[in-house]
C-alpha cells in the first residue's frame, strides 16, 4: 500500500504545474484526499483537503490551485496555476478512509491513513 505525489519541477512565476496523487495496492475511491506542503524552515500546511464531496483550499491558494478529478479515480490531481516564488516546497498527498468536513482535516483534527513521499515544486525566475 503506497500513495506517491508526483509532477513537481521548476517553474517561473506565474506558471502551472498540475501535480498527481496516485495509489498503489488500494483505490482512492472513497478516500478523503489532502494536500499539503512545507517549505523549508517552515511547519506544514494544508494546502486543499477534499472529502464528503466538498473541498477546502487554503486562502493562499484560492482561485489559483483546484483538486481536480475527485476521490472516486485514481489519481487525484492538484492544478496550481499563477504559481509564485511563495508557493516553493515540498507537496505531500494523503488519504483517510473516513468521511467528514474537509475542515477537520485541513486543520489537523482528523488524521490520514496514508501520506505519499513529497515532489519539491519550485517557483523562480
Known amino acids: 500500500v503506497q500513495l506517491q505525489a508526483s509532477g513537481g519541477g521548476l517553474v517561473q512565476p506565474g506558471g502551472s504545474l498540475r501535480l498527481s496523487c496516485t495509489a498503489s495496492?488500494?483505490?482512492?475511491?472513497?478516500?478523503?484526499i489532502g494536500w499539503f506542503r512545507q517549505a523549508p524552515g517552515k511547519k506544514r500546511e494544508a494546502v486543499s483537503c477534499?472529502?464528503?464531496?466538498?473541498?477546502v483550499y487554503a486562502d493562499s491558494v484560492k482561485g489559483r490551485f483546484t483538486i481536480s478529478g475527485d476521490n472516486r479515480k485514481n489519481p487525484v490531481y492538484l492544478q496550481m496555476d499563477d504559481l509564485k516564488p511563495g508557493d516553493t516546497a515540498v507537496y505531500y498527498c494523503?488519504?483517510?478512509?473516513?468521511?467528514?468536513?474537509?475542515?477537520?482535516?485541513?486543520?489537523?483534527?482528523?488524521?490520514?491513513?496514508?501520506w505519499g513521499q513529497g515532489t519539491q515544486v519550485t517557483v523562480s525566475s
Open positions: 494523503a488519504a483517510d478512509r473516513g468521511s467528514a468536513d474537509p475542515e477537520d482535516y485541513c486543520s489537523g483534527y482528523l488524521s490520514y491513513d496514508y
Open positions: 477534499l472529502s464528503d464531496g466538498k473541498i
Open positions: 495496492g488500494f483505490t482512492l475511491a472513497g478516500y478523503s
